[in-house]
């Protein structure tokens, strides 16, 4: 049997008051739903407040701060696509948008995922997979900033070149060709890895960290050793832990250090 689509590791499972006084805009057209949902939150002390369709809960979002969103993606007079893709633009990208589905995921997730939606709940859904998910998503910072507290060790350079250059055999061109390869491929496998948790594809992540496992080790990139061997774990056995993006958001930002200091130390030599 799989484990839970949003299953929390131990380390950010629910306590007493992860989830006290935190504001929730409910959207959706479903009485009944709405009914359903907000017994289960009002139990952990969260302040609800709902609107019936999207173009309502834009009014209440432009005068009002949330904390979440959770709505239906299907609904009459502005969907759940709709409503998101206004409220990245004209009011938050920050606010976490949980979208409810009756659909394992969206037919068109790829325009959801543009709109700004940061993750989906299929309906009927338990109450622990409710719980799990909107506590993950509002408290994604407390969680990366566990990990990192968890994991942190003192690494005296972003990067190691010495076991590439001596793979190398004394020979400057090849490194340099190792070098951007990385910066041309290793930002995009991350940018894949990213919509491949949106689509709840964790072979694909799996994958895609073992792809980038053997390239972080010859490139000596320390503080990512474990990372990605979690990722491609957690990836290939299928471990739907929503912390997994926790992770690879580390794994880009660090990247993205190495990247620049890469492109610098090695710039693109001008073809003629």
Not at 44 to 50: G, K, L, P
Not at 110 to 126: E, Q, T, W
Not at 153 to 179: H, T
Request: hydrophobic fraction near 45%; aromatic fraction near 6%; include cysteine.
């Amino acid at each position: 049997m799989k484990p839970s689509q949003y299953q929390l590791n131990e380390t950010v499972r629910l306590s007493a008051n992860m989830l006290a006084d935190k504001k929730i805009l409910l959207v959706g057209d479903d009485r009944m739903n709405r009914l359903v949902t907000a017994n289960i939150l009002k139990k952990y002390d969260v302040i609800i407040m709902e609107a019936v369709n999207g173009q309502e809960a834009i009014d209440i979002l432009k005068f009002t701060v949330v904390d979440l969103v959770l709505m239906d993606v299907e609904m009459t007079i502005m969907d759940g696509m709709e409503l998101t893709g206004i409220l990245r633009k004209n009011i938050s990208t920050a606010i976490p948008v949980i979208g409810l589905t009756v659909n394992e995921f969206p037919e068109d997730n790829g325009k959801c995922m543009d709109a700004g939606i940061n993750a989906y709940l299929s309906k009927p859904f338990k109450e622990k997979a409710l719980l799990d998910i909107v506590t993950f998503w509002l408290n994604k910072n407390q969680v990366a900033e566990s990990f990192t507290s968890s994991k942190q060790i003192a690494f005296n350079q972003l990067y190691n070149l010495s076991d590439l250059v001596e793979l190398s055999g004394g020979n400057d061109s090849f490194v340099e060709k190792m070098v951007h390869m990385f910066i041309a491929q290793t930002p995009l496998q991350i940018t894949q890895m990213e919509e491949s948790f949106l689509r709840n594809d964790y072979q694909a992540i799996g994958g895609l960290a073992h792809s980038i496992k053997p390239v972080i080790d010859n490139l000596g990139i320390l503080s990512l050793k474990h990372v990605i061997r979690e990722i491609e774990k957690k990836g290939k056995q299928e471990i739907k832990d929503p912390q997994i993006i926790v992770l690879i958001s580390h794994v880009k930002n660090t990247i993205s250090l190495v990247v620049a200091d890469l492109k610098k130390k090695f710039p693109e030599r001008r073809k003629n």
